[in-house]
Nanobody, 120 residues
Framework: VQLQASGGGLVQAGGSLRLSCAVV????????MGWYRQAPGKERELVAA???????KYADSVKGRFAISRDNAKNTVYLQMNSLKPEDTAVYYC???????????????WGQGTLVTVSS
């Protein structure tokens, strides 16, 4: 099972990007999914999260600018990022809590990270 993230890149301040993260492999169910980011010299922080039932939460710094969504048929989570600021520059990681076949436990998986750079 892997989480494959894509969509990062270089954008000017005020611009938009859309990140995608697909869960690839054999799973029973995806519970919560989320996006985290880590800027140079800083700790990884939660950006946005979404439950299986589509309840969402956001970091205060991105409220009103970012939107998280998921397509359960495609096992994919998205992060639409609008009005980007230079302080949004970071490596963005997707995360998913997965139920795997034959297991009563759930497991925390991470994507490989995708770099978002916002120029001023």
């Amino acid at each position: 099972v892997q989480l494959q993230a894509s969509g990062g890149g270089l954008v000017q301040a005020g611009g938009s990007l859309r990140l995608s993260c697909a869960v690839v492999g054999s799973i029973d169910m995806i519970n919560g999914m989320g996006w985290y980011r880590q800027a140079p010299g800083k700790e990884r922080e939660l950006v946005a999260a979404i439950t299986h039932g589509d309840t969402t939460k956001y970091a205060d710094s991105v409220k009103g600018r970012f939107a998280i969504s998921r397509d359960n048929a495609k096992n994919t989570v998205y992060l639409q990022m609008n009005s980007l600021k230079p302080e949004d520059t970071a490596v963005y990681y997707c995360n998913a809590d997965l139920a795997l076949p034959g297991s009563f436990s759930t497991y925390d998986y991470w994507g490989q990270g995708t770099l978002v750079t916002v120029s001023s």
